[in-house]
């Protein structure tokens, strides 16, 4: 079956950096695009960042932009998350979710939080 397991979130202090992970299995990785969503408690989730089947193709929610990288490894099945310039509002468990046409897989997510 599929699966997708983030990894690397934590505590972090404001302006710090994490590197966030999501290995995937039981799924062709290269065929599917994948997006990096959070929820911060008592929120909506929220789309952050997305990347192409190919990784050419990446965008960003304007509240991350110029902060964050979506980037992937085809032949590692892993897609990242970097994050610098951290801010305590970006406090939030972060899923990785796979999407090809109709089909959404997510994970479990990964906590990370943003405080001194």
């Known amino acids: 079956q599929v699966q997708l397991v983030e990894s690397g979130g934590g505590l972090v202090q404001p302006g710090g950096s994490l590197r966030l992970s999501c290995a995937a299995s039981?799924?062709?990785?290269?065929?599917?695009?994948m997006r990096w969503y959070r929820q911060a408690p008592g929120e909506e989730r929220e789309l952050v960042a997305d990347?192409?089947?190919?990784?050419?193709?990446?965008n960003y929610a304007d509240s991350v932009k110029g902060r964050f990288t979506v980037s992937r490894d085809n032949a590692k099945n892993t897609v990242y998350l970097q994050m610098n310039s951290l801010k305590p509002e970006d406090t939030a468990r972060y899923y990785c979710?796979?999407?090809?046409?109709?089909?959404?897989?997510w994970g479990k997510g990964t906590l990370v939080t943003v405080s001194s």
């Open positions: 990347i192409g089947s190919a990784g050419d193709s990446t």
């Open positions: 979710n796979a999407v090809r046409f109709t089909a959404h897989y």
């Open positions: 039981g799924l062709t990785f290269s065929r599917y695009a």
